[in-house]
């Protein structure tokens, strides 16, 4: 009897490890999921403004954002553009998405002339759980004068997502927009 029980308690302690483990992977698993779905939202209301915006610029540099007048192309770190609604006429009537020195997706819809040093204008679009790399960038093509492509944007988010328990998760988002206007010659 004493054998018989001892087997008995000894199959349960290891089954309610199998448990807890199972459990424990469960909730890591929906943690890193909800993250990821909230990354990839994000990325697909970028990439909805920018496919309906226009008049995209390559943001290259900390300092400010005095180099918006004249559409680049290239690797940036951040990306404005006229917004659909937005006036056209107006050079602070922009829309900006970068990366912040912190690792953080920030966006704002007000004027970006020199403004990078005031928090209330730009809002957070990663969790805090994520980390972007130096990876990350928008790359811009076909916006040049006189281009004969349609502007083209390349949104590549790489990065960490750190778990409750301390771990971090590589991972590696892309999607690719173009203009909706039609801005070939």
């Known amino acids: 009897m004493m054998i018989a029980i001892s087997i008995f308690l000894l199959v349960v302690v290891i089954g309610m490890g199998a448990l807890l483990n199972a459990n424990l992977a469960h909730h890591k698993s929906a943690n890193l999921r ?3 779905d909230n990354l990839s939202f994000t990325m697909e209301d970028m990439a909805n ?3 309906t915006g226009y008049s995209y610029h390559c ?3 900390t300092s400010g954002f005095s180099d918006l007048v004249i559409p680049s192309d290239g690797n940036c ?4 553009f006229e917004y659909q609604d ?3 006429s107006d050079p602070t009537d922009q829309w900006v998405y970068y990366v912040d020195g912190d690792g953080k997706l920030m966006k704002t819809t007000e004027a970006p002339y020199n403004s990078l040093t005031i928090p209330n204008k730009y809002y957070q679009l990663t969790p805090n759980e994520v980390t972007l790399f130096g990876e990350t960038s928008f790359i811009i093509s076909g916006t040049q004068p006189n281009d004969d492509r349609q502007p083209y944007v390349i949104i590549r988010l ?3 997502i750190k778990t409750p328990r301390g771990g971090t998760t590589p991972f ?3 999607t690719s927009v173009t ?3 039609v801005d070939v010659p």
């Open 158 to 160: 790489v990065g960490n």
């Open 86 to 88: 937005g006036n056209s």
């Open 179 to 181: 203009q909706r206007f």
């Open 49 to 51: 403004n920018l496919r």
């Open 59 to 61: 943001i290259n540099d």
């Open 34 to 36: 909800s993250v990821l």
């Open 77 to 80: 770190w951040g990306i404005a």
């Open 172 to 174: 590696s988002l892309q």
